[in-house]
């Protein structure tokens, strides 16, 4: 099944704070975080392998809480290059294969 | 390092028609998938592939197919083209499966008319 990602588009002002939430029904053996800028392809941020890991990338990090099989991504004082549409994509034990969410648009104002 | 490599990047076809999507990537990676984007939602599995000679079917793999008779290359046939099929369509490959990065080539955007 798809997993569910809130808030579905969330508007912030640069310097602001931001939590994207990615939730599956299924237990999750990985969780990645992709950003979309508009018009182009997807590209890869961060996998989560392990329930409890956090990793970070700048001023982007996540964590994976395996028990509530859920994933959030953090972007602290985010930056105007922040905006695009994230995706969340979530594997199973059992398929060599992501299943994405239908994704949070980011927009950043000056 | 070209990475993933999709050919055409735009085309428009007639119902009924036939066409083949190429995609190819120079990183040796075992895995490749292919995805369907629709306008403002998220990305749909195709069919994917664990090596040469082995493909499998995703979520909506109904009106089109696969084969895998290289590490390179991943085509993408739509047979009988439907309005249904306007997409934009992206290639990704990964070393392993789920637990590696997919790198996604650039799309093909598809329309049919």
């Known amino acids: 099944q798809q997993p569910v990602q809130s808030p579905q588009a969330v508007i912030l002002r640069e310097g602001e704070d931001a939590v994207i939430n990615c939730s599956s029904s299924k237990a999750l053996y990985s969780v990645h975080w992709y950003r979309q800028k508009h018009g182009e392809a997807p590209v890869f941020l961060m996998i989560l392998l392990k329930g409890g890991e956090q990793k970070g990338h700048e001023k982007i990090s996540a964590s994976f809480n395996e028990k509530k099989q859920q994933s959030s991504l953090y972007l602290t004082a985010s930056q105007l290059s922040y905006s695009g549409t994230y995706f969340c994509?979530?594997?199973?034990?059992?398929?060599?294969?992501?299943?994405f969410g239908q994704g949070t648009r980011l927009t950043i104002n000056p | 390092n070209a990475g993933v490599t999709q050919t055409p990047k735009f085309r428009i076809l007639k119902i009924g028609q036939s066409m083949t999507l190429q995609c190819t990537q120079d990183?040796?990676?075992?895995?490749m998938y292919w995805y369907r984007q629709d306008p403002g939602m998220g990305l749909k599995l195709i069919y994917y592939s664990v090596g040469a000679g082995i493909t499998d079917k995703g979520e909506v793999p109904n009106g089109y197919n696969v084969s895998r008779s290289t590490t390179e290359d991943f085509p993408l046939r739509l047979e009988l083209a439907a309005p249904s099929q306007t997409s934009v369509y992206f290639c990704a490959s990964s070393f392993q499966g789920r637990g590696q990065p997919q790198h996604f080539g650039d799309g093909t955007r598809l329309s049919i008319l």
């Open positions: 990183m040796n990676h075992n895995y």
């Open positions: 994509g979530t594997g199973s034990r059992e398929a060599q294969k992501l299943v």
